[in-house]
């Protein structure tokens, strides 16, 4: 927002970035929502010299990019002795970021990498740590319980705040809090998560980026499986009438919030820049020159990790001043887990993050870090289908409606009606659409 406030600041809005939104549910770098404003790629720096009065740009310089390599040969180090050398790395990066003049605390959701965190301040450094964790009433879809065991079994001055949140009361909130439009339903929780820890404390830890550098998500696990079975290929290639290549079945609804088709819909044709992206993503994900985890680790870590996920802890975390600080992302951290081999990473036939998960299990019960991964979002009792799709028809499909004007109008009224049919309703694609017009709105009343 600031920029806007600059004098002859073109705030027009980028297509090209409004089609990366609606692939993604983000804006990637370098584009921005607005088209006179680029991004620096992640792990990048830009010099400004102004010697002598005049100003020279020089051209940005990556100083570190995230390259998951399967070892060559046979004779590095054993399992064992890359474990301990994580344990290491990790205890020096969480101790790095306890440095603090200012109450510290650390965000607690039951799951491996928020755990392990919690377990390298209280067990390696013995130092004592507040917790925080927020629950959701009436639902089994909550992880509050996994974090009060945890934090018991560690010993932490755990707090919890259980919630009954209504998504619809708050997405106003949420879209005029955010400088760039983030489409991600995960904002809201991690708002109400960071307002509560603020009650407490300035600064926060996190286990962002276990997931990215370990490769933990999902649907690496299912990607994986996939591409296991030959006849699960020919049945996905039958089911879908595409190939059955890794690109296929990662950009798909695993990753893709809508397919490149129904954007190319909205937008009158994919822009070309997108569709180059979409290229280099799929010969990424095809390249038989590394093992599948690692080439989705590093998809993963160029793009959705600082284009989602980075931004939405920064952004609803510093509305309360809350500082939340990621020992996970430490550079060297990073750099031995692009080193670990896929026996690290993945053992079949379904277990993900395997490395991390038994470091984990030096200081929690093994049966903990193995439970189902539930992610970090509202239950299906936040939202109602019916009053989330009356507040998608009253903004997308009113004549004032911001996206009508920038999208094919048609199009976008097909693609809400739509998810009002059975068993089509997402939650996941609705939510972003909401969030980019109210943020249209504001961003264009002036």
């Not at 690496?220 to 290549?245: H, K, P």
Request: proline share 7%; charged share 25%.
């Amino acid at each position: 927002q600031a920029l806007t406030r600059m004098p002859g600041f073109d705030a027009t809005i980028d297509q090209d970035a409004l089609a990366y939104f609606l692939l993604l549910q983000y804006v990637p770098a370098p584009f921005s929502i607005y088209r006179s404003v680029r991004k620096l790629l992640p792990g990048s720096t830009l010099v400004v010299d102004t010697d002598g009065g005049t100003i020279r740009v020089r051209e940005p310089q990556r100083y570190f990019s995230f390259t998951p390599t399967e070892p060559r040969g046979s004779g590095g180090p054993s399992y064992a002795e890359r474990a301990e050398e994580l344990r290491l790395r990790v205890r020096e990066a969480v101790r790095k970021r306890l440095m603090s003049d200012v109450p510290l605390g650390a965000f607690l959701s039951g799951g491996v990498d928020s755990a392990l965190v919690a377990a390298m301040v209280t067990q390696e450094l013995g130092r004592p740590l507040s917790t925080f964790s927020i629950g959701f009433g009436g639902t089994t879809e909550t992880e509050h319980l996994y974090a009060r065991e945890v934090a018991q079994h560690l010993g932490t001055d755990h707090h919890e705040e259980i919630l009954s949140p209504d998504a619809l009361q708050l997405v106003h909130e949420i879209a005029d809090r955010l400088d760039e439009p983030n489409g991600d339903s995960s904002c809201l929780p991690t708002y109400l998560l960071s307002r509560f820890t603020r009650g407490q404390v300035t600064v926060a830890l996190s286990g962002d980026g276990g997931d990215e550098l370990f490769g933990g998500y999902g649907r690496y696990r299912d990607t994986l499986a996939e591409q296991g079975s030959r006849v699960q290929r020919l049945v996905r290639a039958v089911r879908t009438r595409r190939g059955a290549t890794p690109a296929d079945g990662y950009l798909s609804p695993r990753w893709l919030i809508f397919q490149p088709e129904q954007v190319g819909a909205l937008t009158g044709g994919l822009p070309a820049a997108v569709a180059h992206s979409l290229a280099d993503w799929r010969v990424l994900l095809n390249d038989p020159g590394q093992p599948l985890m690692h080439r989705m680790r590093a998809l993963d870590a160029e793009t959705y990790l600082p284009g989602a996920v980075l931004p939405k802890v920064d952004r609803m975390s510093m509305q309360v001043s809350l500082e939340v600080r990621c020992p996970l992302l430490d550079r060297d951290v990073a750099q031995l887990a692009q080193g670990m081999p896929l026996s690290a990473c993945w053992r079949p036939p379904a277990e993900t993050k395997r490395i991390l998960k038994d470091l984990a299990i030096r200081y929690l019960p093994a049966e903990w870090m193995h439970r189902r991964k539930m992610g970090f979002g509202l239950p299906s009792s936040a939202w109602s289908k019916e009053a989330t799709l009356d507040l998608a028809r009253d903004l997308l499909l009113a004549p004032s409606s911001r996206l009508g004007s920038l999208l094919d109008a048609a199009a976008l009224r097909g693609l809400v009606e739509h998810q009002a049919r059975p068993g089509c309703f997402s939650v996941y694609q609705v939510w972003p659409l909401l969030i980019l017009e109210l943020w249209l709105r504001r961003a264009m009343s002036g």
